[in-house]
Nanobody, 120 residues
Framework: QGQLVESGGGLVQPGGSLRLSCAGS??????????VSWHRQAPGKERELIAV????????TYIESMKGRSTVSTDNAKNTVYLQMNSLNADDTAVYYC???????????WGEGTLVTVSD
């Protein structure tokens, strides 16, 4: 098992919602200065950065297409970072990855991805 494990993907209808999870398995998010980002790669396209949370401050940033319909949050008790996505459409179909950078150590980890399919 990798250092980051994503889950929560699946098939959802247009207009629906999903919450993706990124669980840390070998380190504790709250013990480090960590930048966690969510990326996605749609079929035939390059991987793109869509949202970032900087820990411990909790400051978040989103790409324009995700603003207002996505939220990145954390649950320290579960050592998990979430990406809540609403108003999903076909353009959101992709494999979603989380990436963590331990800023003080120059170490980073990728998850293996979770597939989100938006379709009727």
């Amino acid at each position: 098992q990798g250092q980051l494990v994503e889950s929560g993907g699946g098939l959802v209808q247009p207009g629906g919602s999903l919450r993706l999870s990124c669980a840390g398995s070998a380190f504790t998010f709250s013990n480090y200065a960590v930048t966690v980002s969510w990326h996605r790669q749609a079929p035939g396209k390059e991987r793109e950065l869509i949202a970032v949370i900087s820990l411990p401050s909790g400051r978040t940033t989103y790409i324009e297409s995700m603003k207002g319909r996505s939220t990145v949050s954390t649950d320290n008790a579960k050592n998990t970072v979430y990406l809540q996505m609403n108003s999903l459409n076909a353009d959101d179909t992709a494999v979603y990855y989380c990436h963590a950078v331990l800023r003080d150590y120059g170490v980073d980890y990728w998850g293996e991805g979770t597939l989100v399919t938006v379709s009727d």
